[in-house]
């Protein structure tokens, strides 16, 4: 199974920009989606955005569309996360993994470290 190392979190104030970076032992198989996804303290995990990494076809959830943008580089097996206009609500523990959505009956559990993002006001 592909790996994944998240890495680009920080602080920042509200308004403000960070990128995050996804990136994966290799970009197999041909039809990997790549999907980050957030956990903020006393929240379940949601996702916020995934990529097909051999089209380029990207979704994103509601709360980040028009501020987040997703990008992948094939030639460096990474998944890339811009967050613009960030607001202080979008803190939390960022993490990417080999999927869109997922089953509920058929958890993830390789989740990594994911990455932090603290906005503050």
């Known amino acids: 199974q592909v790996q994944l190392v998240e890495s680009g979190g920080g602080m920042v104030q509200s308004g403000g920009s960070l990128r995050l970076s996804c990136t994966a032992s290799?970009?197999?198989?041909?039809?990997?989606?790549i999907g980050w996804f957030r956990q903020a303290p006393g929240k379940e995990r949601e996702g916020v955005s995934c990529i097909s990494v051999s089209d380029g076809i990207t979704y994103s959830a509601d709360s980040v569309k028009g501020r987040f943008t997703i990008s992948r580089d094939n030639a460096k097996n990474t998944v890339y996360l811009q967050m613009d206009s960030l607001k202080p609500e979008d803190t939390a523990v960022y993490y990417c993994a080999p999927f869109c959505g997922r089953d509920p009956s058929d958890p993830y559990d390789s989740w990594g470290q994911g990455t932090q993002v603290t906005v503050f006001s």
């Open positions: 290799e970009f197999t198989p041909d039809d990997l989606i």
